[in-house]
């Protein structure tokens, strides 16, 4: 399992399209076995959930995201989670993989025309 999340400051950033970086967490045996911080290509629509497969992400953890950028994902394989704190990206994944990090809906402060996270 690969998990993604984008990062603003270090913490998981509450708008997709808003993060600086992206946390890169590698599990297995059910802990985290490797972390990276990446930098990805520049914000364009359906550029960023298609370099997130590319890294070999299978899961995403983020705060609220476009219904777009949402099936661009689901198309790839990966596994959508919205709804989830601004944390930082350890804390997260060790939520995510004791099931305590379920999906909470959208967590964006503006409305993408009535679409949320759904699956």
């Not at 600086?20 to 985290?32: D, E, L, M, R, S």
């Not at 497969?53 to 995201?65: F, K, N, P, R, W």
């Not at 994902?73 to 990090?101: H, W």
């Amino acid at each position: 399992m690969k998990i993604a999340i984008p990062l603003a400051g270090g913490k998981l950033c509450a708008h997709f399209g808003h993060y600086q970086q992206f946390a890169i967490i590698t599990v297995a045996g059910g802990k985290i076995a490797k972390q990276e911080t990446l930098t990805p290509p520049p914000h364009a629509p359906g550029v960023i959930p298609n370099w997130v497969a590319d890294q070999g992400c299978t899961d995403i953890l983020v705060g609220g995201m476009g219904e777009a950028a949402q099936e661009i994902f689901r198309q790839r394989g990966i596994k959508v989670l919205c709804g989830a704190p601004s944390d930082k990206p350890e804390n997260l994944v060790t939520l995510y993989l004791s099931g305590e990090l379920v999906d909470a809906g959208n967590a964006c402060d503006h409305d993408h025309e009535g679409h949320s996270c759904s699956h």
